[in-house]
């Protein structure tokens, strides 16, 4: 989306390695969801912050608000973390914007 | 734990039909949603409950009605389909409206031929 936007739009990665990916706002967020959404369809919630780091296993997340962007580290990547990951804003507004998502494929 | 159920998990419309979807949820959550995926994107939301019999427009509410006829229900119907549309529509519910973490169903998919 032109509010929320991803980088990058797609990612390979190695099995056990690690990787960034990145949400840009436009709009002025105060919490922000990351989710998973696997070969199947199903969006999984991944976390729910307001500004700050949440770290959850091998994934931890960030959310900085006077800098408009949040980030989702992945640590020593399997290959059940391959699908797409999105992150969605909420405005202040009770109005939720998503990204466009980034696309992970994780190899052997 | 609770789930949110979709029904039905695929449907296939003629062009110009009224076309009607559920969506089931039994966290005993306020607000409910209705979003579209389209291939490739994100999620756009359609419409949106906050309670009971309450109903707001989303981005994308035009071609649209939706019905919160109690709290664990929230149904979409597309008036009128479009030819060759194709879209995945997921539904998600949140405790509050200012409480927005969101937990979905598993979709339904949309062809019309």
């Known amino acids: 989306g032109d509010k929320v936007k991803q980088s990058p739009s797609a990612l390979s990665l190695q099995e056990g390695t690690n990787s960034a990916l990145r949400c840009n706002f436009s709009?002025?967020?105060?919490?922000v969801q990351w989710f998973l959404q696997n070969p199947r369809g199903s969006l999984i919630n991944l976390f729910y912050l307001v500004p700050g780091t949440k770290e959850n296993g091998r994934l931890k997340s960030t959310f900085n608000s006077k800098e408009s962007y949040s980030t989702l580290h992945i640590r020593d990547a399997q290959l059940e973390d391959s699908g797409t990951y999105f992150c969605a804003a909420e405005a202040g507004n009770n109005r939720i914007f998503f990204g466009d998502g980034t696309q992970l494929v994780v190899k052997p | 734990g609770g789930i949110i159920t979709q029904t039905p998990k695929f449907l296939i419309g003629q062009e110009g039909q009224k076309l009607t979807l559920k969506c089931q949820q039994n966290f005993n959550h306020d607000t409910m949603y209705w979003y579209r995926q389209d291939s490739g994107k994100g999620l756009r939301l359609i419409y949106y409950s906050i309670t009971e019999n309450d109903l707001q427009k989303g981005d994308l509410s035009e071609g649209y009605d939706a019905s919160r006829e109690k709290k664990s229900s929230f149904s979409l119907t597309v008036t009128s389909a479009q030819k060759n549309e194709m879209a995945v529509f997921l539904c998600a519910s949140s405790i509050t409206v200012s409480n927005e973490r969101l937990f979905f169903g598993h979709g339904t998919k949309l062809s019309v031929l």
């Open positions: 709009i002025a967020a105060t919490t």
